[in-house]
């Protein structure tokens, strides 16, 4: 075998210590990550296909079930952000040319659009301000337009605080044998959200927002609808890593031995277990409440200093108008 002197040295960058600072986080995510989150950082790695991590893995799935406010079979996380969980959930879902409807009042409309444009689906977009949201109208008016198989609307839109109602919108898709895609990477744990109630066919979240995790695993869930549109597919979905067939299997949904599918990040989904057991101590209705209780202290003490919001609907992530000048 063939020697050559190697053409790139050890780099001096990194023959410093490593340095991270104690910040405040109190942006849109990563958030500051509790005491008993950042311990299962420290816990021994342990294989992802050990009997151990899969008894982890279900844990995970009934933290998510009770977040979620499901019961679906088909609950799992994928190994990536909220990106990955976008990706995962329209390449499953949706074939290429079949038509998408995309609530686009913010970035992450915008975003599920162009993943969906680039995996070939006809994309179709209800725009909206920034600050506005999608009513039951607004809703029925694209669905009958457009007859798309999938409607998509953001439940916290991070880049304009706006909160988006959800009661009615499932059942009025099924109406119209469409598929409802949920986004709750900004708000889940922070404001009500009721998949099943709701009628909500995918739902996706992550896990360094109001779960206070480390960035990096992403909480999805699909309903028997959803199920069902997956099963019927004539093409495969274009991602080997995001195929729901493969995923299911090796998060235990599908009743069969579980078979390596890929290497999960496995001491992320250790830091997931623990803020999702924080999340199920604590109580959903508590967070909801502790978040509202935050954030109108937050209000109050903004306005007294002249600040105005630029919407007011959403209990975890605030918005300021940019004053004049
Ligand atoms: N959706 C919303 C509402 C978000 O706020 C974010 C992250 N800011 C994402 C999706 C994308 O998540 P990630 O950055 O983890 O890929």
């Known amino acids: 075998m063939a020697s050559y002197p190697l053409i790139v040295g050890p780099p001096a960058s990194l023959r410093k210590p490593l340095k991270v600072p104690d910040r405040l986080l109190l942006g849109p995510g990563p958030s500051n990550i509790a005491p008993r989150i950042m311990a299962a950082g420290n816990l021994p790695m342990i294989g992802h296909m050990h009997d151990e991590m899969y008894q982890i893995m279900d844990e995970i799935k009934d933290g998510i079930r009770y977040a979620f406010q499901t019961h679906n079979q088909l609950t799992m996380v994928i190994s990536g952000s909220g990106h990955a969980a976008m990706e995962a959930a329209l390449f499953n879902v949706v074939e290429p040319g079949e038509s998408v409807l995309v609530g686009v009042n913010g970035l992450w409309g915008q975003r599920i659009a162009e993943i969906a444009e680039r995996m070939g689906a006809k994309v179709h977009q209800m725009v909206k301000a920034p600050g506005e949201y999608y009513t039951l109208k607004d809703v029925e008016k694209g669905l009958t337009q457009h007859k798309p198989v999938l409607l998509f609307l953001t439940h916290g839109e991070s880049t304009s605080g706006i909160m988006q109602p959800l009661d009615g919108y499932g059942d009025l898709c099924h109406k119209h044998n469409c598929l409802l895609l949920v986004d709750s990477v900004a708000s889940l744990g922070g404001a009500p959200i009721y998949m099943d109630k709701q009628g909500i066919d995918i739902l996706y979240s992550g896990s360094q927002k109001a779960l206070n995790s480390p960035p990096g695993t992403a909480p999805i869930s699909f309903s028997e609808r ?18 729901l067939k493969n995923l299911a299997n090796f998060w235990g949904c599908d009743n069969s031995p579980r078979m390596y599918h890929h290497t999960t990040p496995v001491i992320g989904l250790m830091g997931l277990r623990e803020s999702l057991a924080i999340l199920a101590e604590e109580g959903l209705e ?12 937050l209000y109050e003490r903004l306005q007294k200093l002249g600040l105005q919001l630029f919407v007011k609907e959403i209990p975890f992530l605030t918005m300021n108008a940019v004053p004049s000048g």
């Open 286 to 297: 508590e967070s909801w409440r502790k978040h509202r209780e935050v954030t109108n202290y």
């Open 226 to 243: 959803a199920r069902n549109k997956f099963l019927n597919r004539k093409t495969k979905p274009v991602s080997f890593y995001f195929d």
